[in-house]
């Protein structure tokens, strides 16, 4: 009986090997991948983790250097931020909130240059059209209004496609074609929740260029008068 086992088991230890034999270095490098790829995953959160933290605390810094108007401490920490961590969220906030202090320092062409960078290198969309308005503004306050106009996004999202129309309508009236910004504010208004206070604004400016959203046009009244008698 014992012989018997024994000869099950051998066989069994034979088969073992053979399977080893030829399956043993595919098994192996499999498992070193997925153990590799595994261990790859786990040090890249600890990496994105720790460079989040990092940036965190720079933000922090360069909040804190905004909240007191020193403007060469803030641009100096936003350096340092788009150096080291210029593909974080928190690099695009740093040089929305830094270029807003700039420009009201006085410092144009710094303000000028963070927001071209948030609006060519922030990761989220988003971001993106924030610096774009205000890039938008910062040209329109120089009179640089067809640069002002090329910098808008075509395609905003969707929450921010009020704003766009807004701006642009800023713009063209600048430009001396009411006209032109008349349908600009229309859009603006249209596209805005009609419980949001800066749709008065927008109201305003209709209102100022004779177009009321409210308000019947002249022909229009003229020609109800006219049918009713």
């Not at 009986?1 to 066989?11: G, R, S, V, W």
């Not at 922030?122 to 910098?151: C, H, I, P, T």
Request: aromatic share 8%; net charge neutral; proline share 3%.
């Amino acid at each position: 009986m014992a012989t018997h086992l024994d000869l099950e088991e051998q066989e069994q230890l034979d088969s073992l090997k053979h399977f080893w034999r030829q399956y043993g270095n595919l098994i192996t490098w499999v498992l070193i991948l997925a153990l590799g790829g595994f261990a790859a995953f786990t040090g890249w959160q600890t990496y994105q983790r720790d460079r989040g933290a990092k940036a965190g605390a720079l933000y922090d810094e360069l909040e804190k250097a905004v909240r007191g108007g020193d403007a060469d401490k803030a641009t100096q920490v936003l350096a340092d931020m788009k150096e080291r961590y210029g593909s974080t969220t928190f690099a695009d906030q740093a040089g929305l909130l830094a270029a807003k202090l700039q420009f009201e320092k006085g410092r144009i062409d710094a303000a000028r240059a963070n927001l071209e960078w948030v609006a060519a290198n922030a990761g989220e969309k988003e971001y993106r059209v924030v610096a774009q308005l205000r890039l938008a503004a910062v040209l329109l306050d120089e009179k640089k209004y067809d640069e002002a106009l090329k910098v808008l996004p075509a395609d905003p999202p969707k929450p921010f496609a009020a704003l766009v129309a807004d701006r642009r309508g800023d713009i063209l009236l600048a430009q001396g074609k009411p006209d032109d910004a008349r349908i600009a504010y229309r859009t603006a208004y249209d596209a805005m929740d009609a419980t949001l206070d800066y749709r008065r604004l927008v109201d305003a400016k209709l209102t100022a260029l004779g177009a009321a959203p409210g308000a019947v046009p002249a022909a229009a009244a003229a020609g109800a008068s006219g049918a009713s008698k």
